[in-house]
């Protein structure tokens, strides 16, 4: 044993957690080594004191505040990701709020697909044939057809849904104006 290995193994001597092997090769090494012996001797007054040392506590912000005044001492701001976490958008964590804005993003993305949904894409079929130049004359007839409408619009249709034949010819006249 030497003067290493028993500093490494000195609280687990004190506290009696060492196996019985170990546990005599530190007290032979005690005995033999005076430095040894008061380090010991130092370390068991102190493990002995501890109960009766005097509590402290802290608020709970004293390391966040600890923090920014050795930012203060050394010259150095927080860095960029802590000032990124100092923010509270709405009053919110950075992490809710990142979630509420994600999400109103999301909703505002599908809202626009939704409103403005596509038709069938026109696909010229006579530049997609695969036929040889020489035989272009002839026309390509595609499967795929727009259907036509025969519903009529809003603007086509009388709002009560029967047609008044005396109001047909009249003019729209303006209230108020001329």
Known sequence: ????????????YIEGELKQTVRQELSQHKENCQSCKQKLLEISQMMENFPNLVKVTTS???NEKLQIRIGKIDNLGPALWER??????????????????LSLIMITGATYFLLNQDSL?????????TQSPQNTHQNFDPSVISPKQNIPSIADSDTSGRSNAKHLGKHIKLVGGN
């Open 60 to 62: 709970r912000k004293f």
């Open 1 to 12: 044993m030497n003067c290493y290995n028993f500093e490494l193994n000195i609280s687990a």
């Open 121 to 129: 894409p026109h696909v010229d079929f006579n530049k997609l044939s």
């Open 84 to 101: 990124l976490l100092q923010i509270k958008p709405l009053g919110f964590e950075p992490a809710p709020a990142l979630g509420l804005f």
